[in-house]
């Protein structure tokens, strides 16, 4: 498989997109790149995402979110040209609300991969409110037109093999099993194992 890196003399960039659906109620959708004013917003979204809470542990929460916000801050501070992370937002009426986030960066590669450097896409998330509108997807698309730019001919990203839902949205933008990967951790606990998808871009 053959995997191109980014060109000396091609720079990252993003503008603002809208959302190209014609569902009313996301007109006001449009893309762009996350600043650190962000930063507490989008930590809300990927806790609420990928944790599940209820009346006895819902005490976590505000730790649990307090950790996200901190990773996610130290990113965009480094303002690595080789880092994004984008989100999806509502504007209405003069107030903005982000609806959803993703995170693209252009890695070192796996030890069984050449060249190397790819296209990894992770913390795709959306409110859950705004699930099932082409959001997930708008933001994937994103990520993958950034990828092309940078002249990477794949894009890579993980899902938990137990989670049905989230494959079912990468097999249906085009995404395919690269290897299913385990580890001592999965073999004890299989709803642990991951599988590397890839998509040719």
């Known amino acids: 498989m053959c995997f191109s890196s980014m060109g000396d003399n091609c720079q990252p960039t993003l503008q603002s997109y809208n959302l190209p659906l014609s569902s009313p109620s996301l007109a006001h959708i449009s893309c762009r790149r996350a600043v650190l004013d962000d930063v507490n917003e989008i930590a809300e979204v990927l806790t609420l995402c990928f ?5 006895f542990t819902f005490w976590i929460y505000p730790l649990m979110k307090m ?21 999806a937002v509502n504007k209405q009426e003069g107030h903005e609300e982000i609806v959803g986030t993703v995170e693209l960066s252009f890695r070192r590669s796996f030890p069984w991969l050449k060249p190397n450097r790819y296209a990894y896409v992770a913390n795709l998330a959306v409110k859950r409110k705004y699930r099932r509108r ?13 990828a092309r730019i940078n002249n990477y001919k794949h894009i890579f990203l993980h899902v938990l093999a ?14 395919t099993i690269h290897r299913i990967e385990k580890d001592l951790f999965s073999l004890f606990i299989p709803s642990k194992r991951r599988l590397l998808l890839t998509k040719p871009l």
Not at 51 to 55: D, K, M, P, S, T
Not at 69 to 85: G, I, P, T, V, W
């Open 67 to 87: 950790g996200v916000a901190q990773d996610l801050r130290q990113r965009l501070q480094e303002e690595e040209s080789d880092y994004f992370c984008l989100v």
């Open 162 to 175: 137990s989670n049905q839902e989230a494959q079912k949205l990468y097999l249906g933008n085009g995404y």
């Open 51 to 55: 944790n599940q809470f209820n009346e």
């Open 134 to 146: 082409g959001i997930a997807t708008f933001l994937l698309s994103k990520c993958e037109e950034i």
